[in-house]
């Protein structure tokens, strides 16, 4: 039986906790969250014990950790079960800096402790099964990734003051995505932003809506577009062009359900949020973290996964400031 602490009982921990919860083998022994309601409402739908963070961080009857608090609190809390001797998942990003982020691998690497970043599009189905074909070949050398992703709506105006801007929050999932697709690593980022939206976003300091234009090793083009409005339902799409063929994955509606008529066809609407959308990349993220505990296999996603995709994010919110490309 693994034992898991969870740290941060928000919508996130829940679902992690609830997911652990469900799995044979797996056991959440502890939660903690600085809003004592959320932790104890948790612990009792999970059987689990309400602990400081620094408690379950040090307890031998804890075997690892998932971290699901706020950003600012992730590279100091990855540092802390490292030196514990635990291994961690950690929801993205590790922090906000470059920086920082070095500093808390170099950790990670010197304790040698098994770190999963959760960038949980990896573990979704259909992304998964693009992948597969892309090894196996089935469209031959990789020339243009399109990458939609696109929110129903924007978050609340103080998240976005302190989210470290679009490309760092919304696009970094898919800068993990092309990284996951690609053959090659990315050489040059382009990158304009406006809001369009909603000026507050603006006078934040903040974007809303964004395109992305980025260069591999091997002369294939990414595009990315992103927005914090689209009034049909949460876009998530992502075509491959090879040189034997197209791949593409579609957004996910509420049923398969089609209607045709002689008015025309009548389709369901898109699942409008994230949770739902990706309801089982979340649950097979965390049969992936207690398999990297129980088996010792390496992370499906790994900390330097999560420094390129912050990589590509400092280099695009460069880019949309300067309007230049930038090099890496």
Same mark, same amino acid.
């Not at 961080?57 to 998932?66: F, K, P, Q, V």
């Not at 196996?136 to 976005?160: K, N, V, W």
């Given at each position: 039986?693994?034992?898991?602490?969870?740290?941060?009982?928000?919508?996130?921990?829940?679902?992690? $906790?609830? %997911? @652990?919860?469900?799995?044979? +083998? *797996?056991? &959440?022994? #502890?939660?903690?969250?600085?809003?004592?309601?959320? $932790?104890? %409402? @948790?612990?009792?739908?999970? +059987? *689990?014990? &309400?602990? #400081?963070?620094?408690?379950?961080?040090?307890?031998?009857?804890?075997?690892?950790?998932?971290?699901?608090?706020?950003?600012?609190?992730?590279?100091?809390?990855?540092?802390?079960?490292?030196?514990?001797?635990?291994?961690?998942?950690?929801?993205?990003?590790?922090?906000?800096?470059?920086?920082?982020?070095?500093?808390?691998?170099?950790?990670?690497?010197?304790?040698?402790?098994?770190?999963?970043?959760?960038?949980?599009?990896?573990?979704?189905?259909?992304?998964?099964?693009?992948?597969?074909?892309?090894?196996?070949?089935?469209?031959?050398?990789?020339?243009?990734?399109?990458?939609?992703?696109?929110?129903?709506?924007?978050?609340?105006?103080?998240?976005?003051?302190?989210?470290?801007?679009?490309?760092?929050?919304?696009?970094?999932?898919?800068?993990?995505?092309?990284?996951?697709?690609?053959?090659?690593?990315?050489?040059?980022?382009?990158?304009?932003?406006?809001?369009?939206?909603?000026?507050?976003?603006?006078?934040?300091?903040?974007?809303?809506?964004?395109?992305?234009?980025?260069?591999?090793?091997?002369?294939?083009?990414?595009?990315?577009?992103?927005?914090?409005?689209?009034?049909?339902?949460?876009?998530?799409?992502?075509?491959?062009?090879?040189?034997?063929?197209?791949?593409?994955?579609?957004?996910?509606?509420?049923?398969?359900?089609?209607?045709?008529?002689?008015?025309?066809?009548?389709?369901?609407?898109?699942?409008?949020?994230?949770?739902?959308?990706?309801?089982?990349?979340?649950?097979?993220?965390?049969?992936?973290?207690?398999?990297?505990?129980?088996?010792?296999?390496?992370?499906?996603?790994?900390?330097?996964?999560?420094?390129?995709?912050?990589?590509?994010?400092?280099?695009?919110?460069?880019?949309?400031?300067?309007?230049?490309?930038?090099?890496?």
């Amino acid at each position: 039986m693994i034992r898991f602490g969870i740290l941060g009982c928000g919508r996130i921990g829940q679902v992690h $906790a609830r %997911t @652990l919860h469900r799995l044979r +083998g *797996a056991r &959440v022994a #502890a939660v903690s969250d600085a809003m004592p309601l959320a $932790a104890e %409402t @948790l612990a009792e739908e999970v +059987g *689990a014990e &309400v602990r #400081a963070s620094d408690a379950i961080l040090s307890a031998g009857d804890i075997d690892a950790i998932a971290i699901c608090t706020p950003t600012d609190t992730h590279a100091d809390l990855i540092e802390a079960a490292a030196h514990a001797g635990k291994p961690v998942f950690c929801e993205k990003p590790i922090d906000l800096d470059i920086d920082r982020v070095k500093a808390c691998l170099e950790t990670v690497a010197a304790t040698g402790t098994p770190l999963l970043v959760g960038f949980q599009r990896r573990f979704d189905p259909h992304f998964r099964a693009l992948k597969d074909a892309l090894t196996a070949g089935r469209i031959g050398r990789i020339e243009q990734i399109m990458i939609t992703s696109r929110d129903p709506g924007p978050p609340p105006l103080d998240y976005i003051k302190r989210s470290g801007g679009q490309f760092r929050d919304m696009t970094i999932h898919d800068f993990d995505m092309a990284r996951f697709l690609l053959d090659g690593p990315i050489t040059r980022v382009l990158a304009v932003g406006g809001a369009l939206v909603d000026p507050a976003i603006g006078s934040a300091g903040d974007t809303d809506t964004a395109t992305v234009l980025m260069e591999t090793t091997t002369g294939a083009q990414v595009v990315i577009t992103n927005s914090r409005r689209a009034t049909y339902g949460y876009d998530q799409r992502v075509e491959v062009l090879g040189s034997d063929g197209m791949l593409q994955v579609g957004n996910q509606p509420e049923t398969a359900l089609r209607t045709a008529t002689s008015s025309g066809f009548e389709h369901p609407v898109l699942l409008d949020f994230f949770m739902v959308r990706y309801k089982d990349a979340y649950a097979n993220e965390m049969r992936a973290f207690m398999d990297m505990v129980e088996t010792g296999a390496p992370p499906p996603v790994s900390g330097q996964d999560g420094l390129e995709a912050l990589r590509l994010a400092d280099a695009a919110d460069r880019s949309a400031r300067s309007g230049a490309w930038v090099v890496l």
